[in-house]
């Protein structure tokens, strides 16, 4: 259960006489120093849920106007859950239910910190199952079904042809000027290369397997002699590129660990599961609210943080996979919460989930779903616009109007340029420049889905 603070109460009085007028007079500038967050930084945390997330099992509708749980029961067979197991939300009148191992996001979205987007997913523009059927590979994205494919276009937000920039690079690059003289890139990757944190002008540090320790050269004859063998001129550009590239990584390192050598939290992490098992996600959040407490030595007021739970391609043994990853995940995004709430930033971090696609809502036979299409995330932070879904909720009926392939492989109602444009504006990056992060957002006709503040 989230504990409200002193600071909670004051923070979100003021809010509130701000909604009311009180406050118009002293504009954006004045509701943020109202709000005291004490500077202009703010980061965007990803979880990227490797695989294709069940998100039918993840949020299920209850009673709704949707019809929801008869439909779900009927089609999802042995891979249903029993509704007396599910944790209970609701949005407006309608009532829905969270997965069992998802105790922690129920509480934060009980609380007004996290909301659903319902249905979201690669689009070229709003289709219909019509256009779905009349396979015109003009508004249709490459390779629906491919992970690979969904992947790339999830993270570039190019859904045809191949991108050779992410969304999140690109929003780096636009608000370079934010980070003017830092000394360690505005991007933190903690799961190796990608493509969401490539730029055209900016590239991201990586933090192998979310250690916060990444190389021991700070001050050592070691590094001495690294740096000179780096900066030699060779006469080779090739070598000489590498090297420079090299002597960037090492110089970030130290920068780093430097940052970080007296650098702790109050917060605990679930760093080790009920199974025993390593918590890695929960590694790499923990790394990442470390990283953000040291924002201001490093210079930084501008951050992206791309983090990876792998394991949800389930084709089989599809419900003990799925709890145990969904456990992790919830119990190590409440921990960052509550970390963001040390540090004071929690108004200041926003995280939220992606995946390169939904589940079929029928299961395949063996225990497991197969890839489909559209899916359900979860967004959290205190400017999040809590306690509430974004997007249309999809009717569960096979074969019907959400259906693609009387699977249950749900046509997205919202797309993925239009869930990352709303973040991008949060962030600071300008309506006229949208389409420079997102090409294809002038296809839909509300850009910002409005769950943030």
């Known amino acids: 259960m989230l504990i409200r603070t002193r600071r909670d109460f004051i923070r979100d009085g003021i809010r509130a006489v701000s909604a009311a007028g009180a406050l118009g ?72 239910g969270l997965h069992p191992s998802l105790p922690e996001i129920q509480s934060l979205y009980n609380a007004g910190r996290a909301a659903v987007l319902a249905n979201v997913g690669m689009l070229v523009k709003p289709i219909t199952r019509t256009d779905y059927l009349s396979n015109n590979t003009t508004i249709l994205p490459n390779a ?94 090739l070598v000489q590129s590498a090297n420079d590239t090299m002597g960037r990584g090492v110089s970030y390192a130290n920068a780093l660990s430097a940052a970080l050598a007296n650098s702790t939290l109050q917060t605990q992490f679930p760093l080790i599961g009920v199974d025993g098992a390593p918590n890695l996600i929960a590694a790499q959040l923990q790394t990442v609210a470390r990283i953000i407490k040291v924002r201001s030595t490093l210079g930084l007021t501008r951050q992206i943080f791309y983090c990876n739970l792998d394991g949800f391609d389930t084709h089989g043994g599809q419900l003990s996979i799925q709890a145990s990853l969904l456990q992790q ?55 999040v616009q809590g306690g509430r879904f974004y997007g249309q909720f999809p009717l569960l009926t096979l074969g019907g109007a959400y259906d693609a392939t009387n699977r249950g492989s749900l046509i997205p109602t919202s797309s993925v340029d239009q869930y990352g444009a709303t973040l ?22 509300t850009p910002n889905l409005g769950f943030l503040a």
């Open 144 to 237: 629906l079904f491919s992970h690979s494919d969904q992947l790339s276009q999830w993270q570039t937000s190019i859904p045809s042809g191949l991108g050779s920039t992410g969304w999140g690079g690109r929003m780096a690059d636009l608000m370079q000027s934010s980070n003017s003289g830092a000394t360690f890139p505005s991007m933190t990757s903690m799961n190796g290369a990608n493509l969401f944190l490539t730029g055209q002008q900016t590239f991201a540090a990586n933090v192998p397997g979310g250690s916060a320790t990444l190389l021991n050269t700070v001050n050592s004859s070691r590094n001495t002699g690294m740096q000179q063998l780096l900066t030699f001129d060779n006469g080779l550009q």
């Open 424 to 445: 991008a504006e949060w962030f600071g990056v300008s309506s006229a420049n949208l389409a420079t992060v997102f090409p294809n957002i002038g296809h839909f006709s």
């Open 329 to 383: 995940l919830s119990q190590a995004v409440m921990a960052f919460y509550e970390a963001t709430r040390e540090l004071e930033v929690d108004r200041d971090v926003t995280t939220f989930t992606a995946s390169e696609f939904g589940r079929t809502l029928t299961p395949n036979g063996s225990g497991g779903t197969d890839h489909a299409w559209g899916n359900h995330h979860f967004i959290i932070g205190s400017s």
């Open 25 to 96: 007079a002293l504009g954006k500038f004045g509701e943020i120093n109202a709000y005291a967050s004490g500077s202009n930084y703010q980061a965007l945390v990803c979880i990227f849920m490797t695989g294709g997330n069940d998100g039918h099992n993840t949020v299920i509708p209850i009673a709704t106007a949707q019809q929801g749980f008869n439909l779900y029961q009927n089609a999802r067979a042995g891979m249903g859950l029993a509704q007396s197991s599910l944790l209970p939300i609701q949005d407006g009148s309608d009532v829905y």
